[in-house]
């Protein structure tokens, strides 16, 4: 009986190992597709062409609600808040962007830009071998 409860005990701990990679293997994609989009938006803005930039900038909403969600499972204020913030900012360059004001939604792009240093600044290490680590 004992024995059984032990490997119980043994492989949910394993379960939720795996669970935690795997979740950071969605991170890590979701942060692959912000960096693209997110360079691709600052060109849209800078051609002044609205409607692919609020295209953009909907996505990058989105994927900032996924990322939000990501840090209130580990429940971690400080990366909650910079996810937030990031999606506001993007909200506002979609708004003046399909409004035509380029200046405006380049302001709020740039706002959106120090949210990505101040997360990674908080909540990114480089390992030895030169990759990411979330942490
Ligand atoms: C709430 C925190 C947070 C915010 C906000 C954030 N990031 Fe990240 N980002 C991370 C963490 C943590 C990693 C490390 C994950 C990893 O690569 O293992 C990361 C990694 C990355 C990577 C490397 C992915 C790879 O190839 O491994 C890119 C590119 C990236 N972020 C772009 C951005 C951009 C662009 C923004 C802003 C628009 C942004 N991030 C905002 C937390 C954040």
């Keep these: 009986m004992k024995k059984n409860f032990l490997i119980l005990a043994v492989s949910c701990l394993a379960a939720s190992v795996m669970?935690?990679?795997?979740d950071e293997?969605?991170?890590?994609a979701l942060m692959k597709?912000?960096?693209p989009?997110?360079?691709a938006l600052g060109k849209k803005l800078q051609a002044k062409e609205g409607a692919a930039a609020v295209a953009d900038a909907k996505k990058l909403q989105d994927?900032?609600?996924e990322v939000h969600a990501f840090w209130q499972k580990r429940s971690a204020a400080d990366a909650m808040n910079?996810?937030?913030?990031?999606?506001a900012a993007f909200q506002s360059v979609e708004q003046h962007a399909s409004g035509g004001h380029f200046d405006e939604a380049s302001a709020?792009?740039?706002k959106a830009l120090a949210t990505?240093?101040?997360?990674?600044?908080?909540?990114?290490?480089?390992a030895p071998d030169g990759s990411w680590k979330i942490k």
Excluded: D, P
């Design 19 to 22: 669970v935690m990679a795997q």
């Design 25 to 28: 293997a969605a991170y890590v």
């Design 33 to 35: 597709q912000i960096g």
């Design 37 to 39: 989009t997110c360079s």
């Design 63 to 65: 994927l900032f609600q």
């Design 82 to 87: 910079f996810a937030k913030e990031a999606s």
């Design 108 to 110: 709020s792009f740039k």
């Design 116 to 126: 990505c240093s101040g997360c990674h600044n908080a909540h990114r290490e480089k």
